[in-house]
């Protein structure tokens, strides 16, 4: 019989997190016992300082509230550990009345000899004129120019992430992204 291991996030209720306001190791998840939502550590940022990360219940929760109607943005991140290919994302995200604002992309192991090139998708056509990048040597990418406004309000409607260009001396590492919305 193999072993068996378990995997317990950190946890504790909302007001002790803020309390203790302890820096989680970089990728060691914390869990508010209390609310149900969740930060990663980088290893260095106080856990008051880190930002939630969201799930898809709350998501459509403020997406319906009437947080919604006043158009207050909110940030949807997620990642893929490993080094950088070039890949079209065969995870498919299906965002619903909201528009796409910005896309942030960084890495811990940066790219070298050439750029790290992004592109979103909205069914599979690109958003951008000008695309995120991250130039050689560098961790985040410069703010791309979307081609027009990218709305995502059927329900068939899908985002995907492509990565058309890594490092030509290096990929670089460990992409990370953070997607501005807004409710349409």
Known sequence: MGAVYEFRFQRGLASRWTLTNPVLGAGEPGVELDTGLFKMGDGHTAWNDLDYFFTEPLITSLIQSELSTANVPFYVPFGRNGDLITFTGPRLYFPQNCELMDAIFSVTTPPEGSSAIFEILKNGSPTYSSDPTIA?????????VLAGPTTFAARTDYLQVQCTQIGSTTPGAN??????????
């Open 175 to 184: 992409l990370s992204v953070v997607l501005k919305m807004a409710p349409a």
């Open 136 to 144: 050689a040597s560098d961790y985040t990418s410069s703010a791309g």
